[in-house]
Structure formats: structure tokens, C-alpha cells
């Protein structure tokens, strides 16, 4: 990161003996810079670790007075307010309760820049004691029990509140943004009925309201818990403008005197390992993807152009080959270094300009590999077409990097006569060897309602369990359901129309399909995925929706695709439900 001042004025803050820390502002956000020593052996841990806390996607776990704190915080860096606070925190390994005063400043650099400085001192034990121990009882009383709550349910929930039955009151644990958000709307009515039906207004998928709003009514829920204990509900979401699974958990605490609610983004566990999943892991799987059928595998750093070599199964043919001469350095150098060395003349200008940081922060897509080809020579004088892939990966807190992999594709290019390799490459799915997202859109938006006859169907799949299969059995068993699943589709499907790959483990097929056959059809694709056994794993459980336009002739081909979905959706989640209650049988026995 660039020093905000002079670097003897970054050493000074840095290694000063006084608790403080050194706060910037970017992209709207209010970031840790810097803590100090004396900051960090206050707390117990390190700078760096502190900088990580205080820039992690809740500051304030901590810390007691939650709400009053990012009020604080709030007003000071959106503004010249003045920051002059005390709280209670948790403080090192044993969460020993410390009080901390903190007094914050605004500061400019030379060039203007401001940032920003809160110095902190912690008030004594026995001051402490005196000023605070009427609320120091109560809060270690609440702490204890909230621990307890903490206890009770998986901490992978991203919401917890707890219903007090007898007074009709919900209390909150621990909440993510939306359940802020969610919280400051209901206000003082804080009945169970009142903060689910806000929760669901503000939040839930319409198609899914009425079953969540079943939780706000107490006597339904403990009849639930007679049978299901814990109670499981799963739903869908609108977040940031996306449809997010989500799951309810519901269970007795405190000898049924309490209902606690915990709400679990559970879309990684539908989906293949993508919210809430380290960067280090994604870059590992990208990594390892294209290592396989790469030549040459890189890292960048887009903030800081950095560039370094992962692996590579190229091998010089003599000492002077110039192939990879650098293994780690500035990207633009190292980028522009090949380009002027083994790129043909003609290709150099518009390679500059498409593999150039700016370029790739806008042509390419998370979850979506982006491909430049080009025309090399080598060393020895000889001509060969090269494809560079990118993947774009970007962590919580918004670092962008790139995982780039460089190919030889002549023998694919004289496959593939007359540049048709570059359509397969742009509408195929490489691993599959159906259509790709990129065709499914293409056709979604160019087809003529009129195309649409009575015999015509959408359907639209999802595999079950794949997350499963990858963490147990390894990545080459879930690619290898995902294979088996799209071969399955083309052999029974593959007559009357097209399939599409439209994500990791999301497929789509649009066929026309007599109705005389049309369930003959139906059944023997249900066989073969039944049927299907492969290397790694035994079995394909695929969730399935379908609709024909004989249904409603008045259907557009988009509200088909809408319901195909959601008849896919609630065939997956009674698939997850029944799994859920097969296992806590299992669990019994």
C-alpha cells in the first residue's frame, strides 16, 4: 500500500509505543491504515493482525456497545465531527472485558489527502470498577448468556436472535448488515410477528414470503418443533439486487423458555463453493484448473500490477530461450517485455491493449473465463496461435487479481477450419461440450415468439450435493458429475433441441418434444440419470423443473424460464429438507 505520508512519518506511526491507529478513507469507506506497537500489545495480538480486525466485515465484535460505536465511527468519517468515545471490549485470547477511551483527529497530507488518527488509552481496573460496575454486572451476565446462544448454534450463521416467549420479545445476538438494516426498520415493535413480517417485506423472495412469515407466529412454530426439532426452513433472498438461498434454524434454548432463530446464507451449500469461500481456496481451484491444460500459469495483483509465476510445463530447448526468461515482477513489463519479443507485429497493438490492467477490469466477469488469441513466434522463427485465459478473482475486502493461463492452440485451430474454433470457444462449454451461458443468452434474446409452439418445453436443472462430492471425494468427482449430467441430457435430449451449461452446476435444455412422447421422454431421462454410475463416485441426483407452453400458450419463453426454476427450486429444497431430517435420523440410531 502507498504510504499516505513521507516513509519516515509512516515509520514514526507505525512503531510509536502510543496506542493508535491510522485510518484512510476509500471508496467510501472508512479503512484501517495502520496500528502502532503500543496499539497492538494493548490488544494482545499484532499490527498486522489488528489492521486485518479492524478492517474485517465486523470491527466491532467486540465490542459491547455496538450500535453507539459505528454510530460513532459513522458520524466522524463521513464528517468533522468530533470522535470522543468509551466502550467495553472483549480484549486478547481470554476476552478479559477492558474499558477503552479513543479520540480521534483529522489529518491532511501535503498533497491534501485526508486520513485520519484515534488515539486510544485504557482506563484502569479499579476506575473501571468504580465508574462501571453496576453495568459491568449486567454485561457479563448478558455476555454469558448470549456465549451460551453462541454455543447452541453454528457459528457459520450470519444473523442470530433470540425470542423471549413469555414476554413476546426478540432480542439480537449477532447480525450482519441486513440484519441492521432489518432491525433499525422495526424499531420499537420487537414481537416476533412484527420483526419477521419487516424481515420479509424488506428482504425474502415474494415467492417464498408466506412461507417465512409462518415463523413470526409463535404457537405454529413450537407445533413445528413437536416433530422437527431443530426446525430447518429454506428460502430465497434479495440481496444487493440477487437471489440468495438463505436457511432458517429455529430451536428451544433455555429449557423451551426462548426461541432462538438463526439465519444461515446458504447459498454455498447449494451452489459450487462460491459466497463466503477464501480467496486462497478459489485461487487454488482456478489455479489447479488451468495448470492441467495450461502451458504457463499466472498470478497479478491488479492493484499493484504484480505478476507471478504459479507453474509452467515449458521447457527451455536451450540455455538462451527467452521463452519465460522472469518468474515474478511488474505486470506491464513483464507483459510488454513478451509482447515486443515473440508476438507477431500485427497482433501487438490490439494485445497491448486488451491484456493492459484497465482493459481486463472491464472486459472480465467473476465466475467467467475471458480469452485473448494471438499469433507468437518463437525462438527458432516458427509461427504457433497462443490463447491467454483469464479468470478474475476478488476477495472481501475488493482486492482484485487474475489468474492467467497461456496454451498453444494450433492443433485446434487446424481442427477447426476457417476460424470455427473461435465460435465453438465463444458459445461451447469446454468442459461439457454443450452450449455455454453466453449462447443460452444469445438465444433467449434473439428468439421470435412465434418459434414458441405447443410442443415446445423449458427445462431447467441443478445438481444435488456437488459441494459434497468436492470436499470428500475431490474436484475430479464433482467435475465428473457435472460431465455426467450433461452427457445424460444431450443423449436423451439432444434430438429435440439444445442443452446449455448456464453456471458451474446449472443447466438448462429447450426442446420440442411431441406430446404423444413427450412423457416416454421425460421418464427415460429420469432413468438415465439414475442409471448413471461413473469412476469416483456411484450416483447423480440432478433437481429438475420443467414447463410446457401447452400450459399457457400466452407464456413468454422468460416467465417459462421463471417457473422452470422455481418448480427446480422447490424440488431442491424438499431434496435438502428430507436429506437434512435422513441424517439427524441417522444421527439418532
Same mark, same amino acid.
Given at each position: 500500500m502507498e504510504p499516505l505520508f513521507s516513509p519516515d512519518m509512516h515509520v514514526f506511526y507505525e512503531h510509536t509505543s502510543i496506542p493508535l491507529a491510522v485510518y484512510y478513507t476509500k471508496n467510501n469507506g472508512f479503512k484501517a491504515y495502520l496500528a502502532s506497537e503500543g496499539f497492538a500489545r494493548m490488544y494482545e495480538t499484532t499490527p498486522e493482525a489488528l489492521v486485518d480486525r479492524l478492517n474485517s466485515s465486523d470491527p466491532f465484535a467486540n465490542i459491547i456497545e455496538k450500535n453507539e460505536m459505528a454510530e460513532a465511527v459513522r458520524a466522524f468519517s463521513d464528517s468533522d465531527e468530533p470522535y470522543n468515545v468509551v466502550f467495553h471490549e472483549a480484549i486478547g485470547p481470554d476476552k478479559k472485558i477492558k474499558t477503552v477511551h479513543a479520540i480521534g483527529t483529522h489529518e491532511f497530507t501535503r498533497d491534501g489527502r485526508r486520513y485520519s488518527l484515534i488515539r486510544y488509552d485504557e482506563i484502569s481496573d479499579t476506575s473501571r470498577h468504580f465508574l462501571f460496575r453496576d453495568e459491568e454486572k449486567a454485561i457479563e451476565k448478558e455476555r454469558q448468556f448470549l456465549a451460551r446462544i453462541d454455543d447452541a448454534i453454528a457459528r457459520s450463521y450470519t444473523s442470530v436472535a433470540y425470542l423471549d416467549i413469555a414476554e413476546d420479545l426478540v432480542h439480537p445476538v449477532r447480525l450482519n448488515r441486513f440484519g441492521q438494516f432489518v432491525w433499525e426498520d422495526v424499531g420499537q415493535r420487537r414481537n416476533l410477528r412484527d420483526s419477521i413480517d419487516v424481515y420479509t417485506r424488506s428482504l425474502v423472495y415474494k415467492d417464498d414470503a408466506e412461507g417465512v412469515l409462518k415463523f413470526g407466529d409463535i404457537s405454529w412454530v413450537m407445533e413445528q418443533l413437536k416433530e422437527n426439532n431443530p426446525l430447518y426452513h429454506v428460502y430465497r433472498t434479495i440481496r444487493n439486487g440477487k437471489i440468495v438461498y438463505y436457511r432458517l434454524k429455529v430451536i428451544p434454548f433455555d429449557g423451551g423458555k426462548k426461541l432462538i432463530y438463526g439465519f444461515e446464507h446458504f447459498d454455498e451449500q447449494i451452489r459450487e463453493q462460491i459466497a463466503r469461500k477464501s480467496e486462497h481456496d478459489t485461487q487454488m481451484t482456478l489455479l489447479a484448473g488451468l495448470s492441467c491444460e495450461y502451458e504457463s500459469v499466472w498470478l497479478v495483483d491488479a492493484a499493484i500490477h504484480h505478476a507471478r509465476m504459479i507453474s509452467t510445463r515449458i521447457r527451455p530447448a536451450k540455455d538462451?530461450?527467452?521463452?519465460?526468461?522472469?518468474?515474478?515482477?511488474?505486470?506491464?513489463?513483464?507483459?510488454?517485455?513478451?509482447?515486443?519479443?515473440?508476438?507477431?507485429?500485427?497482433?501487438?497493438?490490439?494485445?497491448?491493449?486488451?491484456?493492459?490492467i484497465e482493459s481486463l477490469m472491464r472486459s472480465t466477469k467473476e465466475d467467467e473465463i475471458y480469452h485473448i488469441n494471438y499469433c507468437r513466434i518463437n525462438d527458432e522463427g516458427s509461427r504457433n496461435y497462443i490463447q491467454l485465459a483469464i479468470a478474475r478473482v476478488t476477495?472481501?475486502?475488493?482486492?482484485?487479481?487474475?489468474?492467467?493461463?497461456?496454451?498453444?492452440?494450433?492443433?485446434?485451430?487446424?481442427?477447426?477450419?476457417?476460424?470455427? +474454433?473461435?465460435?465453438?470457444?465463444?458459445?461451447?462449454?469446454?468442459?461439457?461440450?454443450?452450449?455455454?451461458?453466453?449462447?443460452?443468452?444469445?438465444?433467449?434474446?434473439?428468439?421470435?415468439?412465434?418459434?414458441?409452439?405447443?410442443?415446445?418445453?423449458?427445462?431447467?436443472?441443478? +445438481?444435488?450435493? +456437488?459441494?459434497?462430492?468436492?470436499?470428500?471425494?475431490?474436484?475430479?468427482?464433482?467435475?465428473?458429475?457435472?460431465?455426467?449430467?450433461?452427457?445424460?441430457?444431450k443423449e436423451v435430449l439432444g434430438k429435440y433441441g439444445s442443452v446449455y451449461r448456464t453456471g458451474g452446476d446449472e443447466f438448462a435444455a429447450l426442446a420440442n418434444i411431441p406430446h404423444d412422447i413427450r412423457a416416454d421422454v421425460i421418464r427415460r431421462l429420469k432413468d438415465r440419470f439414475e442409471g448413471w454410475h461413473g469412476e469416483y463416485s456411484q450416483k447423480l441426483s440432478i433437481s429438475m423443473g420443467y414447463v410446457s407452453a401447452s400450459e399457457d400458450p400466452s407464456m413468454t419463453i422468460e416467465e417459462m424460464r421463471r417457473e422452470a426454476d422455481k418448480r427446480m427450486y422447490a424440488q431442491k429444497s424438499d431434496y435438502y429438507m428430507q436429506e437434512g431430517n435422513d441424517r439427524r435420523r441417522n444421527r439418532h440410531h
Open positions: 538462451t530461450d527467452r521463452s519465460h526468461p522472469v518468474r515474478e515482477g511488474n505486470y506491464d513489463t513483464i507483459i510488454g517485455n513478451y509482447i515486443d519479443n515473440f508476438v507477431v507485429a500485427e497482433d501487438r497493438e490490439r494485445l497491448y491493449q486488451l491484456s493492459s476477495d472481501e475486502m475488493g482486492v482484485v487479481r487474475f489468474v492467467c493461463g497461456f496454451r498453444n492452440i494450433d492443433a485446434i485451430i487446424e481442427e477447426e477450419k476457417n476460424r470455427n +474454433l473461435l465460435y465453438n470457444m465463444a458459445h461451447m462449454d469446454n468442459m461439457t461440450n454443450v452450449n455455454n451461458r453466453k449462447t443460452f443468452v444469445e438465444y433467449m434474446d434473439s428468439i421470435d415468439p412465434e418459434e414458441i409452439k405447443e410442443e415446445f418445453i423449458f427445462f431447467s436443472f441443478d +445438481l444435488n450435493d +456437488l459441494k459434497d462430492v468436492n470436499d470428500s471425494l475431490g474436484h475430479e468427482a464433482g467435475d465428473e458429475l457435472i460431465k455426467g449430467a450433461a452427457n445424460c441430457m
